[in-house]
Every structure is written in C-alpha cells, then in structure tokens.
C-alpha cells in the first residue's frame, strides 16, 4: 500500500514522496492509520522496520492540519519525542525535520553531552517538536525551563531500551507532566512485563501493533561464527578482518569503554582508519566520529551498545561482535547495522567457552544457527561444543589470506565484497587529518 492512499497531510506526504518513499512497510502500514485518528498506539517493531516513519508522519500530519493554532509559547511543544541515546535522537530529528520541511515547525533536540547554553537558547523561542533523552529532559524540566503540559503527542522511541538503562522512573515522571488528553505513541522491541506494566500505565485502549522482529526478514545478512581461545586470539582475528580487502566499513562492537578506545588504537597503529564511539564521549565528538564514518574517513568504527541503535549508515558492509551482547535482543540491533537499503550485508562474531550460554540465548532468540567459519593459520585450539545448539556437522568455512572464502580443504567459494568501518575518538589512518582526542565528559 502507498503512502499516498492513507490521509496524510498533502504537505507531509509531498516531502515522503521528495525523500523518494512510495510503499509503507508493515509496521507503518499497521501504526500509521489509528495513529491518523488519535489512537494511543503500542508497537513491537525493531530498527530497520521503518518505526520512524510509523509515529512522525501521523503526529506531523495533526500538527499541519491544526492551522488554527498558532504556536507562541516558548519551551512548550505539541509533539515530544523520547529517545534511550542521543544517536537515536539525533536520528529522529533528523527525520522529522526531513518529514516536516514544507511545515514552518520549530523542531529542536534536549540530549546530553550539548552546551547548555545553546540548549537554552533553542528553549527559549516557540517550540512545535522536542527529540529528547530522558536525563536531559527531565534537567531541564526539573529547573522549570520546559512546559509539557501542552504536549498533544508523546512519543515513546525503544521504550525497552530506555527501562533497561533505568530510565523507568523518569518515563513516568515526563508522562506525568504532559496533558492528560495527549495521545500516545509507544514503540519497543520486545514486550516483558516490565514494558507491559508500563505501557498499561501510560496508554489509553491502544491498538496493538506488532511487526515480526528482523532477524526473520534479514535473509541478506550472512551470520558467522569465529571460535575464540582468548582475548589474544579475537585481537588476532580482528586484525586479519581489518586487513582484508573484502571488508569495507564496519563496526566492531565491544563490551566496555575502555575496550573501545583499546581497539580503536591499535587499529589505528596498525594503518586502518578507525575510531571509537562510546557513552563517554561528549556530543561533539560523537557526531564527529558519526560524519566521518558516513563520508569515508574511517573505515572502523569501534563501539559499546551505545551504537547499536540509531546508527544509520547504510553501506557499512560488515558488523563484528568482538564481545557478544548480553541481550540476544542487542545481537539483533547490532547486526541491523549491515545490510540496510536493500544491501547485502555480513555478521562475524568471535566467541569464547565462556561465550556459550550467550551463544545459546541468540541462536533461541534468532530462530537462526550461525555458521561457523576459521581463518587458516588462527585455528582454535579449544572449539566450542556444539552439540546441543544443533551446530551443523559438515566442514567448517575458512579465509584465505586475500579475505575469499574457502571450505576446509582450501577450494575457494563464493567472494564476499566488502571493507572495515572506524569512528569514535577521531583516529583518522591519514596522518595529515588525524585529530588528537579530546577529554571525556560524562553525560545524561
């Protein structure tokens, strides 16, 4: 179905058809429509299922058509967005900008790690659509700079997310400050109990959207699995992925901060444009990191969890769990970073005994056993047991030094094109632009 049959505002969907946009997907087939009659909405979608669109264009659409209403108080918008990271808001400005440009709306963005003075200064004039994060926006609400009792729409943006980095408390405390005839927009990942509580509390009679997640749709993401002795062996692994000339850009996702920034150095001491992203990196930085790993000027991006949702880069050709996610749920944003706008895309996780029970969890989750694959000459010496996961028993898939793909007796298989992705504390592999680190600053 086309965006052009539902009852968006013509001026809306003349910018949806200028971004080159025609047929919904199934989430914004299903969220859009109650969404357009001022249905509170609970959607189960994850990234890459087109949720942004799902919730801006109907709440766009109720800004344009209210031509009545003139907008004249400052710092009191019609329209909230929360979002758990401040890629994901910036994603979401992004796109309501986008969505919204034939509107003379006064779109601005409260996240962390931005000057307060500047923030101030936006706040200051008549505001229609605030992306926010929640410790920022309950700062500034907290020091009477926000009025929320005007918002007409709330816009929950991976409410799973925001309760799993414990948010929960401010959620509420945000949705106890807008009006209570608001509608309501919820969307997540999964549904607990947690989520569940929550959205019963928030949400008046929803309709119930729920889109099957995306691993079951991402048929051109090749999953693999490296076999891993020790922290040794995948640092060993990853710098052979990073030498491979089939590898373009890619993200190598770690578990800590401080593994990040490692990474990323060594990296960039070995020749490769590659940087780090992490939650200590002030705003400035973060987006630095984000713009030169879309223009090219670093191949590697090295990246927390923090990264996993709201990067949108859509030719980075392979992501690299150099630790496994916690969340099977993660695994699925993590990879979601590959194979986006159509591409084929490669998932290439390195694993240890320690990783087992993780392994399990995703392949559950997943519905999907990844393949396992060796490198000649990095070999483990202790595999992982693979019996009761339903491992194939066939020979496994290795590389040959020039990044082709080969089965165990050497015979060369199908090429995979490809090259490595960088990004976070600036590390450029051109010496002339490299740019030095700057201090960290701790952020909302």
């Known amino acids: 179905m086309s965006f052009a049959e539902i009852n968006l505002h013509p001026l809306v969907l003349s910018a949806v058809l200028e971004s080159g946009y025609t047929e919904m997907t199934p989430v914004q087939l299903a969220a859009i429509p109650p969404a357009l009659q001022g249905r509170d909405v609970l959607a189960t979608a994850q990234t890459g299922t087109g949720k942004t669109a799902a919730f801006l264009l109907p709440s766009l659409t109720r800004l344009a058509a209210d031509t ?22 910036r994603q979401v ?33 008549p505001v229609d659509i605030v992306v926010a994060t929640p410790g920022r926006l309950i700062d500034h609400l907290d020091r009477g700079r926000l009025d929320l009792s005007k918002v007409e729409v709330l816009i929950l943006d991976e409410a799973d997310r925001m309760l799993d980095m414990g948010f929960l408390e401010d959620v509420e405390k945000v949705a106890a400050a ?29 309709v119930r959207v729920e889109v099957a997640h995306t691993m079951e749709n991402a048929a051109k993401i090749e999953q693999r699995l490296h076999h891993a002795d020790d922290l040794e062996h995948k640092r060993k692994l990853l710098r052979h992925f990073a030498a491979c000339e089939t590898v373009g850009k890619a993200i190598v996702f770690t578990a800590t901060k401080r593994d990040a920034d ?20 002030n705003q400035g930085q973060r987006n630095r990191t984000l713009d030169q790993l879309r223009t090219g000027r670093i191949r590697l991006l090295v990246a927390t969890d923090v990264a996993a949702r709201g990067i949108d880069v859509k030719d980075i050709t392979h992501v690299i769990n150099f630790d496994l996610p916690r969340q099977p749920e993660d695994y699925v944003h993590r990879i979601g970073r590959t194979g986006r706008a159509g591409a084929e895309g490669i998932a ?23 393949e396992v694959h060796v490198v000649p000459g990095l070999e483990p010496r202790r595999p992982i047991s693979t019996a009761p996961v339903g491992r194939p028993s066939g020979p496994s898939r290795s590389f040959r030094n020039d990044g082709a793909r080969s089965d165990a007796w050497g015979r060369s298989a199908r090429p995979q094109d490809g090259r490595p992705a960088g990004g976070g504390r600036d590390y450029v592999a ?13 952020s909302k």
């Open 68 to 89: 009545a209403i003139v907008r004249r108080d400052a710092a009191a918008p019609r329209i909230l967005v929360l979002a758990p990271t401040r890629e994901l808001a």
């Open 93 to 125: 400005l992004t796109a309501a900008r986008k969505y919204g440009k034939n509107l003379r709306l006064n779109t601005v963005e409260v996240v962390g790690g931005l000057p307060y003075r500047e923030q101030l200064r936006m706040l200051a004039k």
């Open 178 to 206: 807008c009006s209570k005839q608001r509608q309501t927009l919820l969307f997540t990942a999964t549904l607990d109990r947690r989520m569940a509580k929550l959205a019963e509390g928030l949400l008046n009679n929803p």
């Open 262 to 281: 490692t990474l990323a150095q060594d990296l960039y001491d070995a020749g490769h444009a590659a940087g780090a992203l992490h939650g200590d990196m």
């Open 348 to 370: 290439i996780s390195f694993a240890g005994r320690v990783d087992r029970e993780a392994l399990v969890r995703i392949e559950r989750y997943t519905k999907a056993t990844m």
């Open 430 to 442: 051109n010496k002339g632009a490299t740019h030095k680190p700057t201090p960290r600053a701790g």
